[in-house]
């Protein structure tokens, strides 16, 4: 990622379908066939749906894993000392919590 300014979201998308692409999930292709069936008026046409559930199913077991790190982030159990003080749901890790947040986007 030498040279590579970010200044936006949409500097990101590229990237990432990159990284996607190089772990085994072309999303940007998917992305292009879904358009292209929808124009055609054969949005269930072949393996599509299965190839989009796919990535979809992936997607979401990744956002909830980000959910529960981000979670962790916090003194959220009752039983915490955090709680007893009246500090439940106390923030304890600022920049993993951003990294977290961050994860879930992409």
């Not at 949409?10 to 085994?24: F, S, T, V, Y």
């Amino acid at each position: 990622m030498k040279d590579v300014t970010i200044q936006s979201l949409e500097d990101i998308w590229p990237l990432q379908a990159k990284l996607n692409a190089r772990a085994g999930f072309d999303t940007q292709k998917l992305g292009e066939q879904l358009i292209a069936s929808e124009q055609g008026g054969k949005p269930d046409a072949a393996e599509l749906p299965v190839h989009l559930g796919r990535a979809l199913k992936n997607y979401i077991d990744a956002l909830v894993s980000e959910c529960h790190e981000l979670q962790g982030c916090l003194a959220w159990k009752h039983w915490y000392a955090e709680a007893r003080q009246g500090r439940q749901y106390e923030l304890q890790d600022v920049q993993n919590a951003r990294v977290e947040v961050t994860d879930m986007l992409f």
